[in-house]
C-alpha cells in the first residue's frame, strides 16, 4: 500500500459503506443509530477522491456487520452506495444498496395534517416506495406522495 | 365463475380497498334489503355501533344510526363537543382500545388524515371511516355509486360530470376513484381555484379518461349524471371573485333548461345556493333520495361487517 492511502487503521471486523454521496454520511449514520456511545470505532471521511463519483464519502465501523434491512436504508440517502462487509482484514463481502419497497420509521410525512405527525400517538411513519429514481414514496396513512427533494430535506 | 368475497369483520377505510366486483356487490346487497329499510329487522339486535366524531358532522351520524337501528342493533357515542371534557387528551390509540371494548364495530369521524387507518390498526373491531381529514369518505362514494344505479339502472356507459369544489371536498376524491372502477365518461368542472387534486387526477386517469371544464354549459345537454358540491366563500381572496364563480356554479331551472330529461343531479349536502331551490320539485332532483340511499348503503355495509348477510 502507498503511503497515505488508506488514512485510518484498518479493521479487522465491521463494514465499509464507501461510495456515499457526497455530504451524506452523517446521514448514513444517523440512519444507522450510530451515536458513538456504544460499539467499536466509526471512522468518517468526508470529500475523498474518488474515480466514479468524483467525490465520496465513507463511513467503517469497526465490529458490526450490517444487516440486509440496515442496508436498505441507506438506499435512501445515498442510492450508490457500496457496503462492504470486512471479516479477518479482508473483504469478504461486497453488498449493493437497494431500495426497499416498504420504508418504516426513517423519515416524515411532509403533510401536517396526517396522522403519523401526531407525536401523542404510538405511531411510526410507514411508506411505500412509488419511485427509484427520481425518489417518490407514499404515505401508508395519508396517502400523499413525497417528493425526493421533501425526503432528503429530513437529513 | 363465482368470486370470493370477505366483508365479515372487514375495515372500510378508504373505497380504494376495494374492487368493482366488491362495491358491486355491495350495492346489489343494500338493493336486496330496502323492504328492511322500509320496516326495520332485528338482524343486529344485541350489536352495539360506537360513534366517534371528533368533528361534527350531523348528517353522516344520525345516518348511521339510523342504519343501525333499523338493523335492530344500537347505538353509542359522541360527537365533537362531548370530545373537550370527556376524551380530551387522551390518545386515538387509547379511544379505540376501550371503546371496543363496549362496541362490536366503531364509526370513526376525524380532523387528521389517515386516522381512520391508524385506528383500524388498533381496533380488533371493524372500522368504518366516516370522513378523515380532507381525503376520504368511503361510504359517501357508495351511496352516491347507488344513487346513479338505483336512478339509471346502470353505471357503465354514463356521461357524469363533478362540479364545484372538486379541491377541497372529500366526498368527491373518494367518488371520483369510485367512477374510475366504471366504464363512465368523466368530466371535472370547477374554478381555477379549486380543480380537482393532481393526484386524484393523476390516479383515475391510469383508468379513464377525465376532461377538465371551468364552464357547465358546454357539456350539460349530453349528461346523464351532475353531481355538485358546495362552494365555500373561504376559498377565495377577494369576495369579487367568489361572486363571479357562484354565478357561473349555479344549478337553476334556466341552466336544466338544455338538460336531457333523464338527467339526475345529486349533491351530498347540506347546500347553501348552489342548488337553486326551484329545482327541487322537479325530477332532476334526487339529492334528498340520496340521502334515504345512504341509510341503506350503510345498513347493507353493517349487515355484511356484522355477518348478519353472508356474500361469497
Ligand atoms: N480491513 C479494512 N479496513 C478498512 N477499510 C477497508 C478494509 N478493507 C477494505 N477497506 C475499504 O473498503 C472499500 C472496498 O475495498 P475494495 O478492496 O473492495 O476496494 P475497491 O476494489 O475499490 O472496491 P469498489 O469496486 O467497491 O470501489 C475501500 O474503500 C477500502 O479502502
Ligand atoms: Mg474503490
Ligand atoms: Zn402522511
Redesign the pocket.
Known amino acids: 500500500m502507498s503511503p497515505g492511502s488508506?488514512r485510518v487503521s484498518?479493521?479487522r471486523n465491521g463494514t465499509?459503506i464507501?461510495?456515499i454521496t457526497k455530504g451524506h454520511a452523517l446521514d448514513v449514520i444517523k440512519i444507522l443509530g450510530i451515536n458513538g456511545r456504544s460499539g467499536g470505532t466509526v471512522t468518517i471521511a468526508m470529500n475523498v477522491q474518488s474515480s466514479k463519483l468524483g467525490v465520496k464519502d465513507?463511513v467503517?465501523i469497526e465490529g458490526r456487520e450490517l444487516n440486509s434491512e440496515e442496508v436498505d436504508k441507506i438506499a435512501l440517502i445515498a442510492p450508490h452506495a457500496?457496503i462492504?462487509i470486512?471479516r479477518n482484514?479482508?473483504?469478504a463481502e461486497?453488498l449493493t444498496v437497494k431500495l426497499p419497497s416498504v420504508i418504516r420509521g426513517i423519515v416524515k410525512c411532509i403533510k401536517p395534517s396526517c396522522i403519523s405527525n401526531d407525536s401523542s400517538e404510538p405511531i411510526r411513519s410507514i411508506f411505500y416506495l412509488e419511485e427509484a429514481d427520481p425518489l417518490k414514496l407514499r404515505c401508508h396513512y395519508c396517502n400523499n406522495i413525497m417528493e425526493e427533494k421533501d425526503i432528503l430535506q429530513q437529513f | 365463475m363465482k368470486s370470493e368475497f370477505n366483508f365479515l369483520n372487514r375495515d372500510i377505510v378508504s373505497i380504494k380497498g376495494f374492487s368493482r366486483e366488491e362495491i358491486d356487490c355491495i350495492l346489489e346487497v343494500a338493493r336486496s334489503i330496502e323492504h328492511i329499510a322500509e320496516k326495520g329487522s332485528d338482524m343486529l339486535r344485541g350489536k352495539v355501533l360506537a360513534e366517534l366524531f371528533f368533528e361534527p358532522s350531523t348528517r353522516t351520524m344520525l345516518s348511521f344510526q339510523t342504519a343501525m337501528y333499523k338493523l335492530g342493533g344500537n347505538v353509542i357515542g359522541f360527537a365533537e363537543p362531548g370530545v373537550s371534557s370527556v376524551w380530551k387528551g387522551e390518545t386515538l390509540a387509547d379511544t379505540v382500545r376501550v371503546v371496543e371494548k363496549y362496541s362490536d364495530i366503531i364509526v370513526l369521524r376525524h380532523p387528521l388524515e389517515g386516522s381512520a387507518r391508524f385506528a383500524a390498526e388498533y381496533a380488533q373491531v371493524p372500522v368504518i371511516n366516516a370522513g378523515s381529514g380532507a381525503e376520504e369518505h368511503p361510504t359517501q362514494a357508495l351511496l352516491d355509486l347507488y344513487t346513479i344505479l338505483k336512478a339509471k339502472g346502470r353505471i357503465d356507459g354514463l356521461d357524469i360530470a363533478l362540479m364545484g369544489d372538486l379541491r377541497y371536498g372529500r366526498t368527491v376524491h373518494s367518488l371520483a376513484y369510485a367512477l374510475s372502477l366504471y366504464n363512465v365518461k368523466l368530466s371535472m368542472v370547477s374554478p381555477g381555484l379549486l380543480r380537482m387534486r393532481s393526484e386524484v387526477l393523476r390516479d383515475i386517469r391510469s383508468r379513464i379518461d377525465v376532461i377538465e371544464y371551468r364552464d357547465i354549459e358546454e357539456i350539460l345537454p349530453e349528461l346523464d349524471v351532475l353531481y355538485v358540491t358546495r362552494i365555500q366563500k373561504e376559498r377565495f381572496p377577494d369576495l369579487g371573485e367568489y361572486e363571479k364563480v357562484r354565478g357561473t356554479f349555479a344549478v337553476n331551472l334556466k341552466l336544466l333548461r338544455s338538460a336531457k330529461n333523464d338527467l339526475i343531479v345529486l349533491h351530498p349536502l347540506p347546500r347553501l345556493d348552489e342548488i337553486a331551490v326551484e329545482v327541487d320539485a322537479t325530477p332532476f332532483a334526487k339529492y334528498f333520495e340520496q340521502a334515504r340511499n345512504g341509510v341503506v348503503v350503510r345498513m347493507a355495509l353493517l349487515a355484511l361487517i356484522l355477518g348478519a348477510i353472508k356474500k361469497q
Open positions: 488508506l484498518k479493521i465499509v464507501d461510495h465513507i467503517k457500496t462492504n470486512i482484514f479482508r473483504v461486497k
